[in-house]
């Protein structure tokens, strides 16, 4: 209320006052021209009757012309001060605490989601796949003992087909969650593992010096396999490349391949999801894919300082 009372009161005499200025500063620049004709000119207390009497008054003019910018600066200035103290008091630090309270809940989510999916990827690893390999040993056994052409052999052996499917469900399932390599030898590794499995051909380039906080890895990697997994479900490319590189201390991952384009985060390709995840960590996704092609993936990721 104070403000407004303010604005419509204050306001428009200070700002009244500087298009007064304004207006006497443009007199005296044209008061040569408006005495010629030998008639009294005012110029606010003074008055001059020919352009001679008139040329001092054209110099102070042209002095207050590189002032004036000075001026409006000023009187803005004073108008932002008050409008900050009467608008924003208390609210810029309240607002500035939340924003870093909500970073690092995020970061504190970030951190207990990785820990979480390598919790499920250990267990899963070192619980169920073992009894699961055990299974399949003791039903590969018991399909040794029995006559292949009986009913209880055909049906240990369709058990242990069964199995065997399974245990390599299990073990893309696994690989998915976090990949061992990933854990292991790092990013560059993981990269080339994933390109050997895509069903389309992948070249990988990677440049990157030692190891990455295991979420930006993470990241850059679930984000590099959903791309190549929409690059031979949805674009009918025969080739596909895959590079990534630190520059001032952001890590770049590029997806490109030949496909035919026109990937559109709206036909539900997952993009929207890469792009959130990758939103997670304060990165951002960009993407172009005109019709016809080349489709070209790029994320950029904030890179703490490499760990050898």
Not at 14 to 22: Q, S, W
Not at 230 to 241: E, F, I
Not at 288 to 298: C, D, E, I, V
Request: proline share 5%.
């Amino acid at each position: 209320m104070v403000y407004a009372c303010l604005l419509v009161t204050v306001a428009p005499i200070l700002y009244g006052a500087l298009l007064m200025v304004v207006l006497l500063d443009i007199g005296l620049v044209l008061s040569p021209l408006l005495a010629r004709d030998g008639s009294p000119v005012a110029l606010g207390l003074v008055e001059v009757s020919n352009p001679g009497e008139a040329v001092p008054y054209t110099l102070a003019g042209l002095a207050l012309c590189c002032a004036l910018p000075y001026l409006a600066a000023l009187l803005a200035g004073a108008h932002g001060a008050v409008a900050r103290a009467l608008l924003g008091h208390g609210s810029g630090e309240r607002l500035r605490a939340e924003l870093v309270e909500v970073a690092r809940s995020r970061a504190r989510l970030v951190d207990a989601f990785e820990a979480e999916r390598r919790r499920i990827e250990r267990d899963l690893h070192d619980g169920a796949q073992q009894r699961l390999i055990g299974l399949t040993l003791q039903l590969g056994l018991a399909r040794m003992d029995l006559p292949s052409g009986s009913a209880a052999g055909r049906s240990v052996a369709n058990a242990h087909e069964e199995a065997k499917l399974l245990m390599d469900e299990l073990r893309e399932l696994i690989r998915g969650i976090h990949p061992r390599v990933l854990t292991d030898r790092g990013l560059a590794a993981a990269l080339g593992e994933l390109a050997d499995r895509s069903p389309v051909a992948v070249d990988v380039r990677a440049d990157l010096p030692g190891r990455l906080p295991a979420h930006e890895e993470g990241t850059a990697y679930f984000v590099a396999a959903e791309a190549l997994a929409n690059v031979a479900k949805h674009s009918g490319a025969g080739r596909a490349s895959v590079s990534a590189h630190v520059d001032d201390d952001v890590l770049v991952v590029e997806i490109e391949d030949d496909g035919h384009g026109g990937a559109d985060p709206a036909r539900g390709t997952g993009l929207t999801g890469l792009a959130d995840r990758v939103a997670v960590i304060d990165g951002r996704m960009l993407l172009s894919s005109p019709a016809g092609g080349p489709t070209l993936l790029r994320v950029e990721l904030p890179c703490s300082r490499p760990s050898e």
